[in-house]
C-alpha cells in the first residue's frame, strides 16, 4: 500500500524530535452490509476506508494521528505535526532497515468477498427470513443482515518491521420478533468467522433462524423474571460473554498498568475458584476474533489467562509492555487507522470441566438457566459488571421449568468467578463485537455450561 | 483531488454511467485530544480525517456507496458498487433527491477559532483538573483520566437537483475520571466521572468545577452497600434519566414504527404517556452540541412536539417515511455517520422540565432510591418491548434525605409504563448530547438487590 522509501522518510520525520519508536498502520478496507427486512432487501451498502495512523511514542508518552490523505508531503507534515507534541530533543538518527516479515496464514479463505456474491447473499438471507417467519405464528417481524469485510493493513515500525496482512471477515444476522397481544419480544443469532464467503454457503442458515425465532417466541409468552440472589447456570458458547466481562477487559494491560484494574498485581494469586482455566487464544483457525498478527504487527498466540483458578498472565500491548515490564502478548488491537492500538481480547473462553450439562441442571434445585445471553459490561477499576440475557428459565427441583424474560445478571468479578461450582465438558464459542477504547472488534467469547452458586438477579417479578 | 473536483468528476462519470440523480454527502473533521496521567501526557491525539457517501438514481432505484479516498479509482468504486447495489433493492418506495427547502433557519455552533486553541492550553488544562482532583481529597487514589479536547466538523450536501447545504460545528471539552478508596488499603474502589463543553471557547469551561465534580461523584459512591429486593419509588438523576431515554428514542421514529419496531405504533392522537410528559425534538435551540438547520436529506429542520400533554402527536419523518404514511415531514432524515443510508432519528429530542429541582424531589420522598448512573444500557434495554432491566448505582433515601450509597442492584422496567408513572419531573435538564431529560421521579419501579 505505501513505498518503503515512504515509509522510511515518514518514520524519519516522526521521530524528529526525540521519540524513541514510531510505526505507522496503513489500511484499506471495503466493506459490505445488506439488510433484509420482513423478507424485503431494503439496504445495500458498500465502503471504502481508507487511511494511515502515524503513532510515536517516547517512554510512556503516546502520540497519535491519523489521516485518509496518503502522500508523503501530507504524511511527513502528519508525522511533523504529531512529533511536535513530543518536544524533546532533536533527534537520534533513526537508521531504519526495514525488514519484510513473513508469517504463516492460519486462515484459509477460499471465496474472497466481492460485489458479484450479493444476489447469492440475497438468497441466503431469504432462506433465513422464511424459516424465522415461518416458525411461529407469533414471529410479526423479522430483520436480518449479512456483512463482510475485507481489511488490508500494512504495519511499519522504527524498530524495522514491516508486515502486511488481509483480514476477510462474514457474519449474518438474523433477528426475530415476537408479537403476543400488547408485548414484543426479539431474539437474535448472528454467527461469524474469519473468512470468506464459504462461511455462509457452510452455515446451518435454517437451525439459527429458528434460533432466533425460538428466543422471541418463547421470551414474548414469559412472565417475569424474578429478583434476588440465586444460583444461575449458564450455558455453554456465547455465556463466555460473563468471563469476557467479568474478568477479561480487567486483564488488559490498558487497566492493569496504571494499577486501576482490581487484577493488577495479582498474578499467582487465586481469582477465580479452582475449576476454572481460562485462556485468550488469537491463533484458532478461522476463528472471529482471531488474527495472524495483531494491529501493532506482533504474531498473535494462545495466551493462559486462569489456570485452576489461579492468575497466570494479562493481555498485554506495546505500550502495556513498556509501562509492566513483560513481554506483549501480541493484543494490540484497533477497530480501524482512526484509533491507537490498545490491548484487547480475541477469542476468549473458559476451559472443559468434567460435568455434563445434565448434571450441572439436575444438581441446581431452584435457580436461573441462562440458556442464551445478550451482551454487557464492566466498570474494570470496580470490576463491577453486568449482562442481559436474552433467555432464561427457572430451574426447578433439577429440571428445567418455565421461561422468564427481563433478567439481568451483575456482580463483581473475583467475587463471581470464586463461585463458579461446576464446569461442564461441552465448550462452545459465540460471535460478538466488543466495544472500549480502542473502537468495535470482533471477539468470540466462549464456555462449557458453568454453574455459579449464587448471582445477584435483577427481574421484575412481585411488580 | 479536492471536494469540488471530486464531486465535479464524479457526477460526469455518474452521467455516462446511467444515473439520472446523484447526491454526494461530505463529512470531515479535525481534533486535537489530550489527556493525562500521573502528572504526564499520557496520549495526544490529533485528527483529520473526512468521508464520502455517494447515492444515485439508476433503473428507478437508489444505490449507496461510500469512501474516504477521493481518488480516480474511488470514483470507478463509487459508481460500480451505488450500480450494483441499487440493483439488488427490492423496496417499493422509490427514493428521489430533493432540491432544497425554501429557507432555512440561522443555526451558529461555530466558531472559527475554537480549533486553533493551543494544544498547551489543553495539556495545561488536563495537568490543572488532575492536580485539582488530587488535592480537593486525599480519598482520590488515582485520577484515571484528565482530559482536553477541541474540534471541528464540516457537512456538505450537494446534489445534481440544485441542492447545496453546507454546516460546520466546533466544540471543546474538558473531562475527568477518578477512582476513590477511604483509605490505601481498602479493597472497596468507586469511580466517578465529570465533563463539560462549550461551542465557542475553550476558556468557556469551568475547570476546576468539572475537576470537584468528578471528586464529589466517587467519594459520595464510597461505602455503597445493596439494598433489600423490594419495589421503591425511584429518582433517575438527570444524567441517568437522559441515558435511559436515549435508549429508547428510536421508537419514535416513522420507520421504527412502520417496520413493526415500536409499541407506539397506531397510536397517534392517543395518550401514551402522563399528562405532565411533553416530549420534543428541537434542532434550533441555542448552545446545543446537536442543531443544525438542515437534515441528512437538505430539508430545513423545525421544532416538533412528539409528545404533548401525554398525547403522541407525530413520530419523526424523513421525505420517504413522510411520503408512505401521508404524514409531514418533521425533517429528521439522518444518517449514522457519513456512510450509512439515510434513516430517521431525532436531533435534539428531550423531555420538558418540570418545576422542581432534585433537592426539592428528594425532600419529597419518604422511601426511595436516587439513581445517577446506569450500565449496560446496549444490552439491558429492548427499545421494541420497552423493558429494561439495568446495574443502577445510587443513593438510598429515607425521610427525605439521603442516608448512603447503593450499588449492585438492577432496576426495571418498562418504558412505556414509565411514561405514564412519572410523579415528578425536575426543572434541570442538561443539554450536552442529542437526548436529554430533566430529573424523573418514578412512583414505584423493581430494585433488585440482596
Same mark, same amino acid.
Given at each position: ?68 490523505? #496518503? ?8 508525522? !511533523? ?220 498466540? !494462545? ?64 435457580? $436461573? ?13 470496580? #470490576? ?49 463485537? *466488543? ?29 | ?155 456538505? $450536501? ?61 467519594? #459520595? ?53 402522563? #399528562?405532565?410528559?411533553? $416530549? ?22 423545525? !421544532? ?56 426539592? $424531589? ?72 442529542? *437526548? ?15
Amino acid at each position: 500500500m505505501l513505498q518503503e522509501r515512504l515509509i522510511v522518510n515518514v518514520l524519519t520525520a516522526a521521530l524528529e524530535t526525540g521519540g524513541d519508536f514510531a510505526e505507522i498502520f496503513a489500511e484499506d478496507k471495503t466493506s459490505g452490509r445488506l439488510e433484509m427486512v420482513g423478507g424485503v432487501l431494503e439496504s445495500s451498502l458498500s465502503g471504502r476506508d481508507y487511511g494511515v495512523g502515524i503513532r510515536i511514542l517516547k517512554g510512556n508518552f503516546s502520540v497519535y494521528a491519523y489521516t485518509n490523505d #496518503s502522500s508523503e508531503h501530507n504524511l511527513i507534515a502528519t508525522a !511533523r505535526s504529531a512529533a511536535a507534541a513530543i518536544r524533546g530533543s532533536a533527534a537520534g538518527s533513526a537508521v531504519m532497515d526495514l525488514r519484510r516479515t513473513d508469517f504463516d496464514n492460519r486462515h484459509s479463505v477460499e471465496i474472497m468477498p466481492d460485489s458479484s456474491q450479493k444476489k447469492r447473499k440475497i438468497e441466503l438471507m431469504r432462506r433465513a427470513h422464511s424459516t424465522a417467519a415461518g416458525f411461529d405464528p407469533c414471529i410479526a417481524q423479522t430483520k436480518i443482515h449479512a456483512t463482510n469485510q475485507l481489511q488490508n493493513v500494512l504495519i511499519a515500525n522504527t524498530e524495522g518491521l514491516l508486515v502486511q496482512d488481509t483480514r476477510v471477515y462474514t457474519r449474518l444476522g438474523i433477528s426475530a420478533v415476537a408479537e403476543d397481544g400488547d408485548q414484543k419480544q426479539s431474539g437474535f443469532s448472528g454467527p461469524g468467522a474469519y473468512a470468506g464467503h464459504e462461511f455462509l454457503e457452510g452455515l446451518d442458515i435454517e437451525e439459527h433462524a429458528r434460533t432466533a425465532s425460538r428466543i422471541a417466541v418463547t421470551m414474548v409468552k414469559a412472565g417475569f423474571a424474578p429478583s434476588g440472589r440465586l444460583p444461575v447456570i449458564i450455558d455453554n458458547g456465547f455465556g463466555g460473554v460473563l468471563f469476557h466481562e467479568a474478568c477479561g477487559h480487567g486483564l488488559e494491560s490498558t487497566a492493569v498498568a496504571p494499577g486501576s484494574s482490581v487484577f493488577a498485581g495479582k498474578l499467582g494469586e487465586r481469582v477465580a475458584s479452582p475449576l476454572v482455566t481460562a485462556v485468550d487464544d488469537g491463533t484458532i483457525a478461522n476463528a472471529w476474533g482471531s488474527l495472524n498478527i495483531d494491529d501493532e504487527g506482533a504474531r498473535t498466540q !494462545r495466551n493462559v489467562l486462569i489456570e485452576n483458578g489461579l492468575l497466570k498472565g494479562y493481555l498485554i500491548d506495546r505500550m502495556g509492555s513498556r509501562r509492566m515490564g513483560m513481554p506483549s502478548t501480541g493484543s494490540g488491537r484497533r477497530q480501524s487507522y482512526k484509533f491507537a492500538p490498545a490491548s484487547r481480547m480475541n477469542n476468549t473462553f473458559i476451559c472443559n470441566g468434567t460435568s455434563t450439562r445434565e448434571e450441572i441442571i439436575a444438581n441446581t434445585e431452584y435457580g $436461573i438457566y441462562a440458556k442464551s445471553m445478550g451482551g454487557g459490561s464492566v466498570n474494570t477499576a470496580t #470490576s463491577d459488571f453486568n449482562f442481559a440475557v436474552q433467555e432464561a428459565y427457572i430451574i426447578r427441583n433439577g429440571k428445567i421449568a418455565e421461561p422468564v424474560k427481563g433478567a439481568t445478571l451483575i456482580g463483581k468479578g473475583i467475587d463471581c468467578l470464586s463461585k463458579i461450582d461446576m464446569v461442564g465438558n461441552n465448550l462452545e464459542h459465540g460471535q460478538g463485537m *466488543c466495544g472500549s477504547v480502542s473502537g468495535s472488534l470482533p471477539v468470540n467469547c466462549g464456555q462449557p455450561t458453568i454453574r455459579i452458586s449464587e448471582m445477584t438477579v435483577g427481574g421484575r417479578k412481585g411488580e | 483531488m479536492n471536494i469540488e473536483e471530486f464531486q465535479e468528476a464524479l457526477f460526469a462519470k455518474g452521467r455516462k454511467a446511467g444515473f439520472t440523480e446523484m447526491e454526494i454527502y461530505y463529512a470531515n473533521s479535525r481534533s486535537i485530544s489530550v489527556s493525562v496521567l500521573k502528572g504526564e501526557i499520557d496520549a495526544y491525539k490529533i485528527v483529520e480525517s473526512g468521508g464520502l457517501s455517494f447515492r444515485g438514481l439508476i433503473g428507478g432505484k437508489m444505490g449507496y456507496s461510500s469512501t474516504e479516498r477521493l481518488d480516480d479509482e474511488s470514483i470507478d468504486y463509487l459508481l460500480d458498487e451505488a450500480g450494483s447495489n441499487a440493483e439488488v433493492l427490492e423496496n417499493e418506495e422509490p427514493e428521489e433527491l430533493f432540491a432544497g427547502s425554501e429557507r432555512y433557519h440561522s443555526v451558529n455552533t461555530y466558531s472559527a477559532s475554537l480549533i486553533k486553541t493551543s494544544p498547551d492550553r489543553l495539556i495545561e488544562a488536563a495537568l490543572a483538573m488532575e492536580r485539582i482532583a488530587l488535592e480537593a481529597d486525599h480519598r482520590i487514589d488515582m485520577v484515571r483520566r484528565s482530559a482536553a479536547s477541541v474540534s471541528e466538523s464540516e457537512v456538505l $450536501i450537494v446534489n445534481t437537483k440544485g441542492l447545496n447545504c453546507h454546516r460546520k460545528h466546533s466544540s471543546a471539552s474538558a473531562s475527568i475520571y477518578v477512582l476513590a478508596k477511604e483509605s490505601k488499603d481498602a479493597k472497596e474502589t468507586v469511580t466517578g466521572g465529570w465533563f463539560d463543553f462549550s461551542l465557542r471557547s475553550f476558556d468557556d469551561i469551568d475547570l476546576e468545577a468539572v475537576a470537584l465534580t468528578g471528586v464529589r461523584e466517587a467519594v #459520595s459512591k464510597l461505602g455503597a452497600n445493596t439494598v433489600q429486593s423490594d419495589n421503591y419509588p425511584v429518582i433517575f438523576r438527570n444524567d441517568a434519566a437522559t441515558s435511559l431515554l436515549s435508549s429508547f428514542t428510536s421508537v419514535f421514529s416513522a420507520e421504527s414504527v412502520d417496520k413493526g419496531f415500536s409499541r407506539l405504533k397506531g397510536k397517534l392522537g392517543e395518550r401514551v404517556a402522563g #399528562s405532565n410528559v411533553s $416530549i420534543i425534538d428541537d434542532p434550533l435551540m441555542d448552545n446545543v452540541p446537536s442543531s443544525k438547520s438542515f437534515d441528512a436529506e437538505g430539508s430545513a429542520t423545525a !421544532r416538533h412536539e412528539l409528545i404533548k400533554d401525554g398525547r403522541l402527536l407525530t413520530f419523526l419523518h424523513n421525505r420517504k417515511t413522510a411520503r408512505k404514511t401521508g404524514a409531514a415531514n418533521t425533517a429528521n432524515a439522518a444518517k449514522g455517520g457519513y456512510k450509512g443510508m439515510v434513516e430517521v432519528s431525532h436531533h435534539n429530542l428531550y423531555i420538558a422540565p418540570g418545576t422542581a429541582a432534585l433537592a426539592e $424531589i428528594i425532600r419529597g420522598t419518604e422511601r426511595g432510591i436516587l439513581i445517577v448512573e446506569l450500565q449496560g444500557l446496549h444490552a439491558g434495554t429492548n427499545a421494541t418491548s420497552g423493558s429494561f432491566s439495568l446495574a443502577a448505582i445510587g443513593y438510598l433515601i429515607e425521610h427525605g434525605e439521603i442516608v448512603r450509597p447503593v450499588n449492585q442492584i438492577t432496576v426495571s422496567g418498562n418504558f412505556f409504563e414509565l411514561l405514564n408513572g412519572i410523579e415528578t419531573i425536575g426543572n434541570d435538564p442538561r443539554f450536552v448530547g442529542s *437526548c436529554t431529560s430533566p430529573t424523573l421521579k418514578i412512583g414505584s419501579l423493581s430494585v433488585s438487590g440482596a
